[in-house]
């Protein structure tokens, strides 16, 4: 992964230490240049008993006060960066504040912290938007350290041709992610239930059909590509992914934002809460 400029986005909140030493781990390693940003709004500057004078006051009032919050932040920090500049932007919505940063910045990646008492790592429609929209990695960073065997879980969808070229860039995007963090790469691949199907009447020989040629392409990537290992899971990608993280002891789960089948469709179709909430790892987006 070739990302030398990173959009930190922070929060007021509990998990921004984990976010700025793991974005410094990064740095460090790619020697990236940083840029750290809070999105800020106030619906008091737009309300109609609001005079001109008053809304203005009161946001270069916030805005100077969460520049002094991000200098302070990084006051013992800045010495992991190789360069590091702050910005505070005006905007309802995270989404467009933090592409209208990262533009401004031609950011490489997107670094964004969730907190532990989140029920789901994806918690807003904004969220969402970051991620299908953006056009760019998005880490979202939860809050806990890295350990120090740091396995990254690459989830791809073998059984389709088609997503070739997106399982390609999500295994080299792991291959660099790991190799930066000084650890090692394992895929996951899960297809759907077949045990129980009416629909089926040899499940047993199709099960043994999927798994063998998904195995056969998967030891062909691996061959090229020092996987640590591969997980074949029959069943809902949610699950499928959870326990491959388990097993992995992954850090990082790394997958795409474009396909609507698979572990990576599932991730932006109807179960997506369901995967999400599941998943006790880091969570990098790339657009395939």
């Given at each position: 992964m070739s990302t030398k400029r990173y959009t930190i986005v922070i929060n007021r909140s509990d998990e921004t230490p984990f976010v700025l030493e793991k974005a410094a781990t990064l740095a460090s390693a790619k020697n990236a240049d940083v840029q750290v940003v809070r999105i800020i709004h106030n619906d008091l500057v737009d309300f109609p008993h609001t005079s001109d004078s008053e809304a203005q006051s009161l946001k270069i009032s916030m805005m100077q006060s969460e520049h002094t919050f991000l200098d302070d932040l990084l006051d013992d920090m800045r010495s992991?960066?190789?360069?590091?500049?702050?910005?505070?932007?005006?905007?309802?919505?995270?989404?467009?504040?933090?592409?209208?940063a990262a533009r401004e910045f031609n950011a490489d990646m997107i670094i964004k912290g969730v907190g532990a008492d989140a029920k789901y790592l994806v918690r807003t429609p904004d969220d969402w938007n970051l991620l299908r929209e953006i056009g760019l990695p998005v880490l979202l960073l939860q809050e806990s350290p890295w350990e120090a065997d740091r396995a990254v879980l690459a989830a791809v969808d073998l059984l389709n041709d088609a997503h070739d070229a997106d399982n390609e860039r999500i295994i080299r995007t792991s291959e660099h992610l790991a190799s930066e963090l000084g650890g090692n790469i394992h895929l996951v691949f899960a297809y759907p239930g077949i045990s129980g199907s009416a629909l089926m009447t040899n499940a047993d020989k199709r099960r043994e059909q999927i798994e063998k040629t998904v195995s056969e392409k998967l030891h062909a990537i691996s061959d090229s590509k020092n996987i640590e290992q591969l997980h074949i899971e029959e069943g809902p990608p949610a699950v499928a992914v959870n326990k491959a993280v388990l097993d992995s002891r992954a850090e990082i789960v790394v997958l795409g934002n474009a396909a609507r089948k698979g572990v990576a469709g599932t991730l932006f179709g109807n179960t997506s809460e369901a995967l999400l909430s599941k998943v006790d790892a880091d969570l990098l987006v790339i657009p395939t």
């Open positions: 992991r960066f190789k360069s590091v500049q702050t910005l505070v932007v005006w905007d309802k919505r995270v989404s467009e504040g933090t592409l209208a």
